[in-house]
């Protein structure tokens, strides 16, 4: 009969953000681990809060199936006797073969010239079978650190403090960290002690997720993360209503979640002076510093309160409430001194501050990169958005990094760009849109961040990533596998992500040219360097447009086309996704994927000789294309894809067909040869070239 399962590790506090990776690693590691055992797990659910990591699972099979195994003994040269019979036949090699598989001497078999043996091997039980597994599935779990205690032997982001293990309704014998798995449940250290001021608790008659969740409810812990979660959104919208408490729904809230083992919240407030400060220096104090939640007021301003997870009920508020606003007032009045200072000198004046800062050491300074921004911002807002737009963008490329040596982004760094945006209006009274601009150049910083809106910041975004990428490549710090200290794969990510969501016409090729001869005089550019960063920056897209959840097969015929043109590949991938859909699709890819087939690897064929034209079908298809292809080639050209496509199809798949079936085109003639593999590749290269290589299309099997 399936048995439940139910596991906890009480641990000191766990960082919040290595509560859910660990929960998810437990459970994902368990799981799969029975299942390879043989026990046909179902219905597992991780629960866990900052001091308790658990797992639940409904049904986990009593323990393996018997089953039979044969095993390879000594060849039979070494084992039987030559020319014996009978149970005297048998070397001792044999022999003792036999006895360790558990069987007679007569029973073993001969085969492929050697001895074998069947021999029963026994399942193990899952109580037999849980010790090793759950020691496995917590020693894997990939802390960014972890600590050491009780000599050098466990390590685990914290000190492990108890262990929970109970199988139906028996306790798995399972020792591990020094401790042994019991059924007893402690709650809450602080609101759940008795009067004796010992921690309470209660036995785990058996594996009852609601038994064990409902005990510890009533021990002051929630341990499901998800009811957490919502309990503490409540509360804190009960706090601030019809206010919007910096973004409820949002990552902060997950994070704190997993603070708390019981979700209260309260407000504190700070003096309405400090409201003075620019906005996002409140809300990186509040949210990045201390946790909090700041609260804004219907008419989207800011207040000068704040929200508070807390791990206790409101009886010890007064006092929680009052260390908050002391620390959250001392670092205001810093924020506000910063500010202050700042005013001293404004951006302008830092410009020549950044030739002390080194950007990366052989690259020059942070002097150096604005100067080599400021000529690729120009270059790229020219080509993509006018004259116009251009004087913005140098002047915002100046000043892009000028904030970087102000006391608030020292103190702040998360700010940079946010200072700079605000400094350029409030001190150095620059246009909005240059100010916008130096806000804008750090957007995207990762992949769920909104894109630059201003055609200045867009082009100015666009300009550090090439420049950031260049740089990279220029020293080799080449990404590999998930490491990318320098940041050259986000850099690239950013860049592709602005070219294809705004649909900007940015030749790639180009962009990576100018900005390597940026560095020209301080880095010169190795021969094949352009090419290396192209293909970085091809496989980057390449990924991107599969997490996009576009066809794998379409992503690849589309990218052999040509890519360096990211919205015009776009297009022709969205024309691929509709031509699939098509009746006349599969035809489609026939006739190009045969037509590359035929004609790859061979050398150039030169033009179509009409005069050494012999069969119908050839004469046909030569036809077909003179009279075609102009008009298809116009529709490419055009961007109409879709209608490009169909026509193709329609004026010459039938030609195509036709010549597949009744033209030899391997003959002897080497002439006759050449010019048939040249009519067959204008004919792969009218699409292959325009649109995609549809080769590399997987098409249904029929």
Request: hydrophobic share 45%; glycine share 10%.
């Amino acid at each position: 009969m399936p048995t439940p399962l139910l596991v906890e590790v009480r641990v000191e506090e766990l960082p919040a953000h290595v509560v859910g990776l660990a929960l998810d690693h437990l459970r994902k590691t368990v799981v799969d681990g029975l299942a390879e055992l043989g026990l046909a797990p179902e219905g597992a659910l991780a629960l866990g809060t900052p001091r308790r990591l658990a797992l639940f699972v409904e049904r986990v099979g009593e323990g393996q199936a018997d089953r039979e195994e044969v095993r390879r003994g000594p060849s039979v040269k070494a084992g039987v006797k030559p020319g014996a019979t009978g149970p005297d036949r048998f070397t001792p090699a044999a022999l003792g073969f036999a006895r360790s598989a558990g069987v007679a001497p007569d029973a073993l078999i001969e085969k492929d010239a050697y001895l074998h043996a069947r021999v029963l091997v026994k399942g193990r039980s899952a109580r037999d079978l849980l010790p090793e597994l759950l020691a496995k599935a917590l020693r894997t779990i990939p802390f960014p650190k972890t600590m050491r205690w009780r000599g050098k032997e466990f390590a685990f982001s914290r000190p492990v403090r108890g262990l929970v293990a109970v199988l139906g309704s028996d306790v798995v014998p399972w020792q591990w960290a020094g401790l042994e798995a019991g059924r007893r449940v402690t709650g809450h250290p602080y609101l759940a002690r008795g009067p004796d001021g010992a921690p309470g608790g209660f036995d785990l008659a058996r594996a009852d997720r609601a038994a064990y969740v409902e005990g510890l409810r009533k021990l002051s812990v929630v341990v499901d993360p998800v009811e957490r979660r919502r309990l503490l959104a409540e509360r804190i919208e009960r706090l601030a209503p019809g206010a919007s408490a910096g973004a409820v729904a949002g990552k902060l809230l997950d994070e704190v979640a997993q603070m708390v083992e019981w979700p209260n919240a309260l407000e504190g407030r700070f003096d309405a002076a400090f409201l003075e400060l620019p906005p996002e220096v409140i809300v990186a104090v509040l949210k990045n510093h201390q946790r909090c939640f700041p609260v804004t007021g219907a008419a989207g301003r800011l207040e000068s309160r704040f929200l508070s997870a807390i791990d206790r009920r409101d009886g010890s508020a007064a006092l929680i409430r009052e260390g908050n606003e002391r620390v959250v007032r001392a670092r205001l009045s810093d924020a506000s001194f910063f500010l202050k200072d700042d005013a001293k000198k404004p951006l302008r004046d830092r410009v020549e501050a950044l030739k002390g800062v080194t950007y990366l050491e052989g690259l020059g300074t942070l002097f150096d990169r604005t100067r080599r921004l400021e000529v690729l911002a120009a270059r790229f807002a020219g080509r993509l958005f006018g004259e116009e737009v251009v004087q913005s963008v140098k002047r915002a490329a100046v000043l892009a990094k000028a904030d970087l040596v102000t006391d608030m982004v020292r103190e702040i760094p998360e700010l940079q760009g946010v200072i700079g945006r605000d400094y350029a209006i409030r001190f150095d009274r620059e246009p909005v849109e240059v100010a916008r601009a130096i806000e804008e150049h750090y957007q995207p910083r990762g992949s769920g961040d909104p894109l630059p809106e201003s055609a200045a910041g867009t082009a100015l975004a666009l300009a550090e990533r090439f420049d950031h990428l260049a740089g990279g490549f220029l020293k080799g710090f080449i990404p590999t596998g998930s490491k990318d200290p320098f940041g050259v794969r986000r850099a690239a990510l950013g860049a592709l992500r602005i070219l294809e969501e705004r649909r900007l016409q940015l030749p790639v090729r180009e962009s990576v040219e100018a900005a390597l001869q940026g560095y020209r005089g301080v880095k010169e550019t190795p021969a094949g360097l352009v090419d290396q960063v192209l293909e970085f920056l091809r496989e980057r897209l390449n990924a991107a447009l599969r997490d996009e959840g576009k066809r794998h097969d379409l992503v690849e015929a589309a990218l052999a086309s040509s890519w360096v043109d990211v919205p015009d590949l776009l297009a022709r991938l969205e024309a691929l996704e509709v031509l699939a859909g098509r009746p006349g699709w599969e035809r489609l890819v026939i006739a190009v994927e045969r037509t590359h087939n035929i004609t790859k690897g061979v050398g150039e064929t030169g033009e179509v000789r009409e005069e050494l034209l012999q069969d119908a079908e050839e004469k046909d298809l030569y036809a077909a294309l003179r009279e075609a292809a102009p008009r298809i080639a116009g529709l490419f050209g055009a961007g109409k894809y879709v209608e490009g496509g169909e026509a193709y199809a329609t004026k010459l798949g039938d030609p195509l067909h036709r010549f597949f079936e009744k033209v030899f085109v391997n003959v002897d003639d080497a002439a006759l040869r050449a010019n048939r593999m040249a009519l067959l590749r204008r004919a792969n290269r009218l699409f292959s070239s325009a649109v995609a290589d549809l080769s590399r299309v997987v098409r249904p099997k029929s």
